[in-house]
């Protein structure tokens, strides 16, 4: 059998949601799974995550899967609904909608439900991809306290990881919704981790839980988070080069003297991104070196210099324990969400607790 491996560490995402929990103590907390648990499988997460008040997510078909398989716990849809019909599913498995534009409004209160749901009203407050606009909320929410059984307020933000900061959405916030006696939610895991002003009623950790930094400059490690996915395999090969000697497809990398490759049995259809160029991080026996030259579908390549016990059987992490996926995302320009998200499905998955 190919010898790569997801192993998915359910303590670790019980000890991250622990770290949220103490982060942000008066709030509850909505995990976010979305996304088959940002790659770590809906329904692992769920069992681990035990000690969140509720279950946040984008997919329907998910929080359905979620019912018939038992679980009790509040399932909120964070986009709500996109057609009449899947009003009947969600009233019936009790699920809680994000209800963010006049036309969902529309449906809803046209809808003939058997019971009342419960709707969080969402603000746009400067990120402008989903929410109503400041000077209509007031409007929606009258609206809303006739067609939904509770309402809470919610908004989301745009740079909470970054140079701007919550301040000016805040304030946004507070002036389309001030009067409102409402329960509120407001943070993400960038804001729970940095702005206690934004916990509120329910805070909505994601990528946090998943054990990886939602910031450019500051580790996981620093912040106390454990990562939760370890994406490993291990050499199927390795070779020296000589000066002049290039791997791989384009030629991408040169040697300029001797160098030592090891082929590593992981590429870009297990999820491994194909832009990730010559010098991403990776362990090879637990040792930190380097990729060489392009990615490939099924292999990618490791600089073996300094690791002469490295052979074909040796072991390799692409991320995970020992290397954050932050790294190796930055590396590749991008950020962890989207390598988390992106494990495919041809890659086994183990559990460990
Ligand atoms: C994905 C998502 C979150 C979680 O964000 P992280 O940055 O992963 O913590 C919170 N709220 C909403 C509305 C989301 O879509």
Redesign the pocket.
């Known amino acids: 059998m190919r010898p790569i491996r997801a192993r998915i560490d359910s303590g670790a995402l019980r000890h991250n949601l622990g770290v949220a929990k103490r982060r942000a103590p008066r709030s509850r907390s909505w995990a976010?799974v979305?996304a088959n648990a940002y790659g770590h499988g809906l329904a692992r997460a769920a069992k681990a995550l035990a000690a969140a008040e509720g279950l946040?997510l984008i997919e329907l078909e998910a929080a359905l899967e979620l019912r018939r398989s038992g679980e009790r716990r509040p399932i909120l849809l964070?986009q709500g609904f996109y057609a009449p019909e899947e009003l009947e599913p969600i009233a019936a498995q009790g699920l809680a909608v994000v209800v963010h534009d006049a036309e969902q409004l529309a449906v809803l209160e046209k809808a003939q439900l058997p019971k009342k749901l419960a709707v969080y009203a969402k603000l746009n407050t400067g990120m402008n991809r989903l929410g109503f606009p400041g000077k209509e909320f007031r409007d929606a929410l009258e609206r809303l306290r006739a067609c939904a059984g509770s309402i809470t307020l919610m908004t989301?933000f745009a740079d909470a990881d970054g140079e701007r900061g919550v301040r000016w959405q805040l304030a946004r916030f507070d002036a389309a919704a001030g009067g409102a006696k409402l329960p509120r939610s407001l943070a993400?895991?960038?804001a729970i981790l940095r702005y206690p002003e934004t916990h509120a009623d329910w805070v909505?950790?994601?990528?946090?839980l998943y054990g990886c930094s939602?910031f450019p400059d500051e580790s996981a490690e620093k912040l106390g988070l454990k990562p939760a996915m370890t994406l490993s395999s291990e050499l199927i090969a390795a070779r020296s080069l000589s000066a002049g000697d290039s791997v791989g497809y384009g030629c991408t990398f040169t040697a300029d003297g001797p160098v030592r490759v090891g082929i590593v049995a992981c590429g870009y259809a297990d999820g491994y991104p194909r832009h990730a160029p010559t010098g991403t991080p990776i362990l090879v026996c637990g040792k930190r070196t380097r990729t060489l030259g392009r990615v490939a579908m099924d292999m990618l390549f490791a600089d073996l210099t300094g690791i002469p016990e490295a052979a074909i059987g040796s072991p390799v992490t692409l991320w995970g324990e020992g290397l954050s996926a932050d790294e190796v995302a930055t590396s590749a320009g991008t950020v962890s969400?989207e390598l988390l998200c992106a494990l495919s499905p041809r890659v086994p998955v183990t559990e460990t607790d």
């Open positions: 976010v979305k946040a964070l989301h993400n895991s960038a909505r950790p994601g990528i946090m939602p969400y």
